[in-house]
């Protein structure tokens, strides 16, 4: 009976999750390929070489990752420092309940208030005019829709940092992190060597899963770099549906082209990410 119920959920997970994201995949191949679609010709690799080696879709690749980069790391630093210097806060009272009130704000919410807040014309900008710290508005820096992705890592840090925070949180109760620190310290140690020989490696390697999930859904993500991202260099997920909305039908097997080699690429992630972590349970 077991084996009977493990094999409906499996069906059903095939039918529900599996099967529409191969039947979409496949759509997107064969569009790509040139093989169905408006202005179909037969078979052809010209939409893939214009993505693969024309360097647009390369260059917003290696930005993605660097969004995705930056953003994990100040949100695990800022996750680290709250974990290991407030842990006792972070458990009770109000302190305990606001660190869940930024995960129910949709990415969009918070692309929103970063870019009224970050923006020439912002909230920021006129309290630095008001302090008179800036003679104009122009003088205030560009935070939103520049280049460096500020305002991108910014809105991604802000919902990431209270997620980083409970897992590490977590983490650190379930390893008895304490009762390891006074062994440590019974040991001749200090509080600085053990966290950076033992607490921090040991919270880094159990949430490593976490992690580099989590990276991966920076990368992939559309709402906030549409909203904030710069116009000159765009987010794979940006530049696939800008693809898809230009006038030009020629852009659009470009866009499934990219669609498709993006996908690949993060489910080779996860399928690593998976053997990865299969050899170290």
């Known amino acids: 009976m077991p084996k009977l119920?493990?094999?409906?959920l499996k069906s059903v997970f095939l039918v529900l999750a599996v099967l529409p994201v191969a039947i979409g995949l496949g759509f997107a191949l064969?569009?790509?390929?040139?093989?169905?679609?408006?202005?179909s010709e037969?078979?052809?690799?010209?939409?893939?070489?214009?993505?693969?080696?024309?360097?647009?879709?390369l260059k917003s690749l290696a930005y993605s990752f660097y969004i995705g980069i930056v953003t994990i790391t100040v949100s695990l630093s800022v996750a680290f420092w709250l974990v290991l210097y407030f842990k006792e806060s972070l458990t009770r009272g109000v302190t305990g309940y606001l660190m869940f009130l930024p995960l129910s704000i949709p990415a969009v919410v918070t692309g929103f208030f970063i870019f009224q807040l970050l923006t020439k014309s912002g909230m920021l900008s006129r309290v630095f005019h008001y302090l008179g710290w800036i003679d104009t508005l122009e003088q205030?820096?560009?935070?939103?829709?520049?280049?460096?992705?500020?305002?991108?890592?910014?809105?991604?840090?802000?919902?990431a940092i209270p997620f980083f925070t409970l897992l590490l949180n977590s983490i650190y109760h379930d390893q008895h992190l304490d009762q390891?620190?006074?062994?440590?310290?019974?040991?001749?140690?200090?509080?600085?060597?053990?966290?950076?020989?033992?607490?921090v490696p040991l919270m880094l390697r159990t949430a490593s899963p976490n992690i580099l999930l989590y990276l991966?859904?920076?990368?992939?993500?559309?709402?906030?770099?549409?909203l904030v991202g710069s116009q000159r260099i765009q987010m794979v997920s940006v530049l696939a549906v800008r693809k898809f909305q230009r006038f030009n039908l020629?852009?659009?097997?470009?866009?499934?082209?990219?669609?498709?080699?993006?996908?690949?690429?993060?489910?080779?992630?996860?399928?690593?990410?998976?053997?990865?972590?299969?050899k170290h349970v």
Do not use: R
């Open 216 to 226: 991966l859904f920076v990368v992939g993500a559309y709402e906030v770099p549409l």
């Open 5 to 8: 119920s493990s094999g409906i």
């Open 180 to 199: 390891l620190k006074e062994v440590a310290q019974t040991l001749g140690g200090n509080q600085q060597t053990f966290l950076i020989k033992i607490g």
């Open 42 to 57: 037969g078979f052809t690799l010209s939409y893939w070489e214009e993505v693969l080696l024309g360097g647009t879709f």
């Open 250 to 278: 020629h852009d659009i097997p470009e866009g499934y082209a990219i669609s498709v080699a993006f996908t690949v690429l993060l489910l080779g992630c996860i399928w690593g990410l998976v053997k990865l972590n299969k």
């Open 140 to 159: 205030f820096p560009e935070l939103v829709q520049d280049d460096w992705g500020v305002g991108i890592i910014l809105a991604h840090s802000l919902m």
């Open 30 to 39: 064969l569009y790509s390929l040139g093989i169905i679609g408006v202005l």
